[in-house]
């Protein structure tokens, strides 16, 4: 289909078979479907682009600042990959389930290599029923007032997780535009003492079923209390009390943050990859 239109983002014809594909597992799927269900289809609004190497069901890829493949074959992948590589690069990484993303990685890794890193086993974890570990009561909404004592947090989060830091190049400007966009959309969570935050939480993508959480952080000085799992179950309450699944992916070799999920009751749905690119 694609040679034949050009090879074009998928458009309004193709909607109800994405929302179909985006449907059939809403964990593992939800950074794409919050953007689709919020914005439909059409690149400029999505963000990015949907891409189909034949059809949109049996093969699926979301190409935007992130490169994001969801369903698709070996063939569909090397289609992915030419398609990649043939214009300029846009994304900053590939993240999604683990097959998909590091099989895509290996055919474009000769034009966008070396990676800056590569996260090959991060399990996908969701929490269905209540939390088991009481949720910190201190936990609350971020307000735009509090941005300025909410950011330094969020860039130590950033540069600890990602091994950047968001405010290079513009001085912070686009990254503290996403923040104030999460809280104006309440899904920036926080506990602040003496006026610093302690614990620091979002929930970086919000579909209609699913809520995955992100950027979970401790102040270093106050680590090994039970703030971090007290505080995700905290936000996993309220992603539940907006009816949807509370999910997050973590690295496998965080060991303490798996331990402290588990202990909320997160289980192992899925495994994802990401490969940070320079």
Same mark, same amino acid.
């Given at each position: 289909?694609?040679?034949?239109?050009?090879? &074009?983002?998928? %458009?309004?014809?193709?909607?109800?078979? /994405?929302?179909?594909?985006?449907?059939?597992d809403?964990?593992?799927? !939800?950074?794409?479907?919050? $953007?689709?269900?919020?914005?439909?289809?059409?690149?400029?609004?999505?963000?990015?682009?949907?891409? #189909?190497? #034949?059809?949109?069901?049996?093969?699926?890829?979301?190409?935007?600042?992130?490169?994001?493949?969801l +369903?698709?074959?070996?063939?569909?992948?090397?289609?992915?990959?030419?398609r990649?590589?043939?214009?300029?690069?846009? !994304?900053?990484?590939?993240?999604?389930?683990?097959?998909?993303?590091?099989?895509?990685?290996?055919?474009?890794?000769?034009?966008?290599?070396?990676? +800056?890193?590569? +996260?090959?086993?991060?399990?996908?974890?969701?929490?269905?029923?209540?939390?088991? /570990?009481?949720?910190?009561? *201190?936990?609350?909404?971020?307000?735009?007032?509090?941005?300025?004592?909410?950011?330094?947090?969020?860039?130590?989060m950033?540069i600890?997780?990602?091994?950047?830091d968001? !405010?290079? %190049?513009?001085? %912070?400007?686009?990254?503290?535009?996403?923040?104030a966009?999460?809280?104006?959309?309440? $899904?920036?969570?926080?506990?602040?003492?003496?006026g610093?935050v302690v614990? &620091?939480?979002?929930?970086g993508?919000?579909?209609?079923?699913? %809520? *995955?959480? *992100?950027?979970?952080?401790?102040?270093? !000085?106050?680590?090994?209390?039970?703030?971090?799992?007290?505080?995700?179950?905290?936000?996993?309450?309220?992603?539940?009390a907006?009816?949807?699944?509370? #999910?997050?992916?973590?690295?496998?070799?965080?060991?303490?943050? $798996?331990?402290?999920?588990?202990?909320?009751?997160?289980? *192992?749905?899925?495994?994802?990859?990401?490969?940070?690119?320079?």
């Amino acid at each position: 289909m694609l040679r034949l239109l050009g090879d &074009k983002p998928l %458009g309004a014809r193709d909607a109800p078979a /994405v929302s179909r594909v985006l449907n059939s597992d809403p964990v593992s799927m !939800c950074m794409v479907a919050a $953007r689709f269900e919020s914005h439909g289809i059409e690149p400029r609004l999505l963000g990015g682009e949907l891409w #189909s190497a #034949s059809d949109p069901e049996r093969s699926l890829c979301f190409s935007g600042a992130n490169m994001i493949p969801l +369903r698709g074959s070996p063939d569909d992948l090397s289609h992915f990959a030419d398609r990649a590589v043939a214009n300029a690069r846009i !994304c900053s990484s590939i993240v999604g389930e683990s097959g998909l993303a590091m099989s895509l990685w290996e055919r474009v890794d000769d034009d966008w290599g070396p990676a +800056r890193e590569i +996260r090959p086993v991060q399990p996908l974890m969701a929490l269905s029923g209540e939390p088991l /570990v009481e949720p910190d009561p *201190q936990v609350r909404l971020v307000t735009l007032d509090d941005l300025d004592t909410y950011l330094p947090a969020a860039v130590d989060m950033f540069i600890g997780e990602v091994g950047v830091d968001p !405010c290079a %190049g513009d001085g %912070g400007r686009s990254y503290r535009r996403r923040l104030a966009s999460l809280i104006a959309a309440r $899904r920036v969570f926080a506990r602040f003492e003496d006026g610093q935050v302690v614990f &620091k939480a979002e929930v970086g993508s919000m579909s209609r079923a699913v %809520g *995955q959480i *992100q950027g979970v952080w401790v102040d270093p !000085c106050m680590r090994g209390r039970g703030l971090g799992a007290a505080g995700t179950a905290a936000v996993a309450s309220a992603i539940a009390a907006r009816g949807r699944v509370p #999910s997050l992916y973590v690295n496998s070799f965080n060991l303490p943050a $798996r331990a402290a999920y588990e202990r909320i009751g997160f289980t *192992q749905v899925g495994t994802f990859a990401t490969i940070l690119i320079d």
